[in-house]
């Protein structure tokens, strides 16, 4: 153990994919005139959102597992060490190897190591969070190692050169035209006459994968879950192609967030309840894998375990903040958000779109690194709601917003308004000084930024005669 | 009863009119209404923006105006549930612990006015006449943070001559969440134009709400384009009568 010098550090810059390019308004302009996007986007969350607020309905005792499923995150962020210590043993007993990783770096260099040794120059990839995150496919080819995506829409994602822009379905801004583009252009061995029928898309990527399972030697995963009690991985998906990652290969490397830990076997229970239907709206997903460390003659031979921290110890720290540790990487917060519905996932510069992103995002860099992030939210509660395990989204989008950098006319305004509504007499001066906004109409011409920001598209409200307080003392 | 009414900032400077018709409607049903003149504003702009700390002295002197009262009332949705649920919390991280409770106390008897009617003087039919075509907006406050249901939707039911018609998708946000509304102007207005249309999708006169500011946006966009339809707060209608009207 190293000596502790201080506040833990944050996810570094250079390195993986949780910093934008531009601040949230800037990159949310762009994706809004981007009609095509909000069409997909609206049909997608409103089709997910009734799929699963229909399997949720079925549960009877819904919220009493969302409080367990809470309990049982707050426990674990409580015991963070003791569980790690306790799976890196269980999984060391059970022949895998565990690697600890301080950030992206260490991560990506642990992984691209690993690879290496192998002597394989190809690894099959499941879809996982945390690898997008660290920047890992960039970190392998830089190596000369080639990644490719087995799931399907992270398939489409990687051969679009292209970044995802949702957790669970991350070609969510992407038609079938585009998918069939992308195909021709650049799936090795693809058949020239493919249409944009969605069966003859997947069927074609279907059979460049067979291909690419039967022949590579090494897998990379992310985790779902990681049981202390017994040291088992898990990972919850739909299409099958994680199997094939798991179970084909010589050698397995996965990288989970430590976040990702549970205390014991039984707490699947829980979350297996709680994550297809808040996730895909389904009652079960179709495959559930979970493996503990290597099985002589069955499965990978060689197992790896990657634990990353990346900004998560430090956000361990913050004790309003840290609960967004609890995600279960479900995306029902991004299916029920009217900003992510509008703008989709790329507008929040980081893999973690939407109003988990917004809170996570920034915890992980350092809140001056996404400082648009907390305002990427109007505060609705559709998030809190949704959440499967009760992460109370705006509180801590709340409580980001005070430690985020602010403008600086920004501030001289808020300083002058607390000052006035501190100053009764004061505020009823300004109250009646309040009706020079005649001046400006009600399409406010000549404001400044950022008021004439409401302008572009609302008529302000007339002034009215006199104040409410006016009113009553003259009665 | 003697409720003292906290008219907000908004309402108090740019819409007396949602104020006043608490106090018509009230003693109209035989209350005494009084209104402190200490009081300004909760708060909840400076707590939501990020200045938490500029919020503290606008905690105390909500707490010290409204101590002495046993019912306080306001028409929004939005500063009642910052009253509620950020007051004690700006105390708390101040280290303010005296202030903390004395602001749970004073929350305890702060009610939006949905709730005062139905849960406190127990009144569904507050016997007014507005004969309008009238769609209601739930607003989010309302809806998830202060959770008043259906209260608004069966005071409106009661009022004689009102056809209310149900606003699709209503519980999507209208776009305003207050300095939202001009640090991600485009964002906003993408989601108003979308609760717009559905609003014209209900052919209303009329849209209602129990918030003056997600009212003072949606009509922002209405009247910019020209749409014809009108903003008016919940607290306008239930006071309206035939007289009056």
Wanted: charged share 20%; with cysteine; hydrophobic share 40%.
């Amino acid at each position: 153990m190293s000596t502790f010098l201080g506040m833990p550090a944050h996810a570094p810059r250079g390195v993986g994919n949780l910093r934008g390019d531009e601040p949230f308004p800037a990159a949310a302009r762009t994706a809004l005139a981007n009609q095509q996007l909000r069409r997909n986007l609206q049909h997608a969350t409103t089709t997910i959102r009734g799929k699963s607020g229909r399997v949720i309905a079925e549960v009877p005792d819904w919220q009493e597992l969302r409080s367990a499923g809470s309990a049982l995150k707050t426990y674990t962020m409580a015991n963070l060490p003791r569980l790690l210590e306790q799976l890196e043993e269980k999984v060391t007993a059970a022949g895998g190897v565990v690697h600890w990783a301080a950030d992206a770096e260490e991560a990506n260099r642990i992984v691209t190591g690993l690879i290496r040794e192998t002597g394989e120059q190809r690894v099959i990839k499941i879809k996982s969070m945390a690898t997008q995150e660290i920047g890992l496919n960039e970190a392998l080819e830089a190596a000369g190692i080639e990644p490719v995506e087995t799931d399907l829409a992270e398939l489409i994602v990687q051969l679009g050169h292209d970044k995802p822009s949702h957790i669970l379905v991350p070609a969510i801004h992407r038609n079938r035209a585009e998918i069939r583009e992308i195909f021709l252009r650049e799936m090795p061995g693809v058949d020239p006459d493919l249409t944009d029928n969605p069966p003859e898309l997947a069927a074609a990527a279907r059979r460049y994968l067979r291909e690419t399972f039967l022949s590579t030697k090494v897998a990379v995963s992310g985790a779902n879950f990681g049981i202390a009690e017994t040291g088992t991985l898990a990972v919850v998906e739909s299409e099958g192609n994680g199997r094939m990652c798991l179970t084909l290969p010589d050698t397995l490397i996965t990288v989970m967030g430590i976040e990702k830990v549970v205390p014991a076997w039984q707490d699947l229970e829980v979350f297996l309840q709680l994550l297809p239907r808040a996730s895909t709206g389904e009652r079960m997903n179709p495959y559930t894998s979970m493996w503990t460390g290597v099985t002589p003659g069955d499965g990978p031979q060689n197992f790896h375990l990657v634990l990353l921290d990346n900004g998560r110890t430090a956000v361990l720290a913050d004790e309003v903040g840290r609960s967004a540790l609890h995600c279960i990487r479900c995306s029902a917060c991004l299916n029920v958000c009217p900003v992510y519905e509008r703008t989709g996932g790329h507008a929040y510069g980081s893999v973690y779109p939407g109003p988990i992103g917004a809170v996570l995002s920034p915890q992980l860099t350092g809140v001056e690194d996404n400082a648009s992030l907390p305002y990427a939210s109007s505060l609705c509660g559709a998030c809190f709601d949704a959440c499967p395990v009760k992460i109370d989204i705006p509180s801590i989008l709340v409580h980001l917003r005070n430690q985020a950098p602010h403008p600086r006319t920004e501030k001289a305004a808020m300083a002058a308004a607390a000052y006035t509504m501190d100053r009764p007499r004061l505020y009823q001066r300004a109250q009646r000084a309040f009706k020079l906004a005649k001046l400006v109409g009600r399409r406010g011409k000549g404001l400044p930024p950022p008021l004439n920001g409401w302008a572009a598209s609302r008529d302000l409200p007339a002034p009215p005669e006199e104040s409410f307080r006016d009113w009553w003392r003259g009665r | 009863m003697r409720i003292a009414l906290f008219a907000t900032c908004l309402a108090d400077t740019m819409f007396p009119a949602a104020a006043k018709a608490t106090v018509q409607l009230l003693e109209r049903l035989g209350h005494e209404v009084v209104f402190p003149l200490e009081q300004t504003c909760c708060g909840q702009m400076h707590v939501n923006t990020g200045y938490q700390s500029q919020a503290l002295p606008l905690v105390r002197r909500y707490v010290r105006t409204f101590e002495p009262c046993d019912v306080v009332v306001a028409p929004s949705g939005s500063c009642v549930g910052s009253i509620r649920h950020q007051h004690a919390m700006v105390a708390r991280q101040a280290g303010d612990e005296g202030l903390a409770t004395a602001a749970e106390a004073v929350a305890g008897r702060t009610y939006e006015l949905s709730e005062l009617l139905i849960d406190v003087l127990g009144v569904e039919d507050v016997g007014a006449y507005y004969p309008h075509r009238v769609t209601y907006h739930p607003t989010c406050h309302s809806l998830r943070v202060l959770r008043v249901g259906d209260r608004p939707l069966r005071l409106l039911r009661n009022v004689r001559g009102l056809d209310l018609v149900e606003l699709p998708a209503a519980e999507q946000c209208c776009g305003f969440g207050g300095t939202f509304a001009v640090k991600n102007a485009d964002t906003s207005s993408a989601m108003l134009a979308d609760k717009m249309r559905h609003v014209l999708e209900t052919g209303a006169d009329v849209c209602t709400a129990g918030d003056a500011s997600c009212l003072m946006h949606i009509g922002g966009g209405l009247s910019r384009s020209r749409a014809g339809v009108r903003t008016v707060h919940l607290a306008e209608i239930l006071a309206s009568t035939a007289v009056a009207a």
